[in-house]
């Protein structure tokens, strides 16, 4: 297995990272419990979740199932660079959802529980949230970080603009800022060469 530098931060990772949206509604815990295991044999160190992953089983099923591996062996989580997301609806309540300090830290909250861990590695807001703004963001994340219940910010399913416009936000109060983007990205669909592949370049972003 081959590792690289997250963006231009110093944490190392494998280059394949493991995805995990089918665990639970279309992977069985206990087959989900082997592609882990062999993931990691494999020398994957990178496993990527979100809060809302479940399916038809509940949200949150997902992290449930992470958690469970790791409480089988506490040494697993040291090994595992561990990434979820954040924004999605989590229930019918109109605040459990999008980008709001509130939601932020309720959210990071629940995915710890769920999880089993007192930090995520990698905390990715799932979408942009149009509402909220980025100065709120920030402060909901620069929040965690000082808590210790999350080491690096990312983004998933970012425009190019928006990645810009939180990157430069970052930089004008000197922090680290984003990290990685997670995009929908393959020779079929390669619309994220126009403004995303540019923009995480120009701000030192893994993708």
Known sequence: M?????????????????GTMNFGPRTSEKDSFEILNESINCGINFVDTA???GGHLGVG????????????DRMRRDKVILATKVHEPMSDDINDRGLSARHIQMACDASLKRLGTDHIDLYQMHH?????PIEEIWQAMD????????????????????IAQASEKAI?????????????????E?????????????YGLGL
């Open 2 to 18: 081959r590792y690289r530098q997250l963006g231009r931060s110093g944490l190392k990772v494998s280059e394949i990272c493991l």
């Open 51 to 53: 809060n809302q992953y």
């Open 61 to 72: 099923t997902t992290e449930i199932i992470l958690g469970k591996w790791f409480a089988e």
């Open 128 to 132: 942009i949230d149009r509402k909220t």
């Open 143 to 162: 929040r965690l970080i000082s808590q210790g219940k999350i080491t690096y910010v990312g983004t998933s399913n970012f425009p190019g603009w928006k």
């Open 172 to 188: 004008a109060q000197g922090r680290l800022g984003l990290v990685s983007e997670q995009t929908l990205y393959n020779l079929m």
């Open 190 to 202: 390669r619309r994220a060469e126009l403004e995303v592949l540019p923009a995480c370049r120009e």
